[in-house]
Every structure is written in structure tokens, then in C-alpha cells.
């Protein structure tokens, strides 16, 4: 499965992005994706997930409240929608994609995208 991030940018706190992330395969409406982000000198961290039917969501504590992750199957798109960005928000978002969704660690999910920048002003 190909991923491919887009979406990101530059905005002021307070502010708000949608990040969309296309898949190869209409393999892809079977598989958990999420959203993870790497910030300069940190780990790539979880932010959010969800399942393949967008029955179940998942969400880092910091980002509850203002991020919410979505679907289009027919698409074979995954987004995550952010409001009220923050400044300590700012890092490359990448999508993952797994046939099982078992965990949020980075090494659970097997296939990548590219990253998009999201930078937030203060």
C-alpha cells in the first residue's frame, strides 16, 4: 500500500488544517490507518487512529477535543481534521496503514507515507 500525505502548512495558533491522506489500493478500506507526528529532535509519536469501518477512533491525550480522524473508503482516503492548533502541534504528520490494528507504537503500523509539515505560529 502507496501513502501519500498532504495538506500541511503554515498557521497561527488557534487556527485550523485538514490533512488528507491518499491510498494505492481499495485494499486500503480494510486496513486501521493513523496519524503519527515527528517533531525536530523527538520521536514520531502516536496522535490519533481508527478502524477499518470507522467504527472505533483513537487519540493521543494532547490532541483530544480538537483533532478528529475520518475516512471515505469509496476514496481510499484517510483525514485528520485539527483545530485550535498549538504551536507545540508544529512537526511532519505522516499516515500509516496496518491490517490489524493492535497498538499505537509506530513499529505496529507496517506501511508509511511521505509526512506532511504542519508549523504552527504563536
Known amino acids: 500500500v502507496q501513502l501519500q500525505a498532504s495538506g500541511g502548512g503554515l498557521v497561527q495558533a488557534g487556527g485550523s488544517l485538514r490533512l488528507s491522506c491518499a491510498a494505492s489500493e481499495r485494499t486500503f478500506s480494510s486496513y486501521a490507518m493513523g496519524w503519527f507526528r515527528q517533531a525536530p529532535g523527538k520521536e514520531r509519536e502516536f496522535v490519533a487512529a481508527?478502524?477499518?469501518?470507522?467504527?472505533?477512533?483513537y487519540y493521543v491525550d494532547s490532541v483530544k477535543g480538537r483533532f478528529t480522524i475520518s475516512r471515505d473508503n469509496a476514496k481510499n482516503t484517510v483525514y485528520l481534521q485539527m483545530n485550535s492548533l498549538k504551536p507545540e502541534d508544529t512537526a511532519v504528520y505522516y499516515c500509516?496503514?496496518?491490517?490489524?490494528?493492535?497498538?499505537?507504537?509506530?513499529?505496529?503500523?507496517?506501511?508509511w507515507g511521505q509526512g506532511t509539515q504542519v508549523t504552527v505560529s504563536s
Open positions: 481508527i478502524s477499518w469501518d470507522a467504527g472505533s477512533t
Open positions: 500509516a496503514a496496518d491490517p490489524d490494528w493492535v497498538g499505537v507504537q509506530p513499529y505496529e503500523f507496517d506501511y
